[in-house]
């Protein structure tokens, strides 16, 4: 039987080709002191973790607030909104949240991930086809565009934009549609594990799991710590 080979990587994008730039405390901290409020960037960063928190709370018990664009920009609206009311902000909450909001919806609250270009022109260079599978507002081609990112990719695929989310099988399906692979061809690199990992196994896809802290050694999946390594990791298999 002839060996299985890639054709397709498929990436996810939140904290696997760009991160927040500045994270949540940070662009809170800004948009308030604009809007004349005098607090600390410690204060704010001391309540990072219980804003998270809260949104990984909120996506544990049920995601599907992924697969639409008001559902899913409501969830960013609430935690911002929790911030200000931790901050002691609730007076002016609705409109730093709805301002904190607009600015992330900006490519300049965005930083591309060093390694990501690099590895994106030699995956292209060597005749790899590339997409995107993320669970991300619609605006994400817009975003993407902003970024320097989008023309490196044949389909961009955003759960609110397709009613579908990662780690559910259709979301995947609908991208090898798109670009009319076999799941078998296909590879899907992304940091969380059980929607970008999970979810590609499930779907027929090999996941690669981006693992820039080095934590998930042991969960089973192929893991690269910079996606420099991915390449050659696609070359060998």
Known sequence: MTKPFVKAVFFDVGMTLIEP??????????????????????EVSSHLDTVYGFYEKAYRANG?????????A???LDMYRLMSRLVGLEEDAETLAQQVHQEYLQAHAWKVFDDVKPCLEMLADRGIRLGVISN?????????E?????????EVVPSAAVGHRKPHKAIFELALERMGLDSVHAAHVGDVLD?????????????????RQERHGNSGFNCVSSLLELPNFINSL
């Open 136 to 144: 991300w507002a619609s605006n994400l081609p817009h975003l993407l």
């Open 21 to 42: 730039c500045p994270d949540i405390d940070g662009m809170f901290f800004e948009v308030a002191r604009a809007r004349g409020h005098h607090l600390s960037l410690e």
């Open 195 to 211: 929607s970008d990992g999970i979810g590609a196994r499930d779907a027929g896809l090999l996941p690669i799991i981006i693992d």
């Open 146 to 154: 902003g970024l320097a990112l989008r023309s490196y990719f044949e």
């Open 64 to 72: 599907d607030f992924w697969c639409e664009g008001a559902s899913a």
């Open 74 to 76: 409501e969830m960013y």
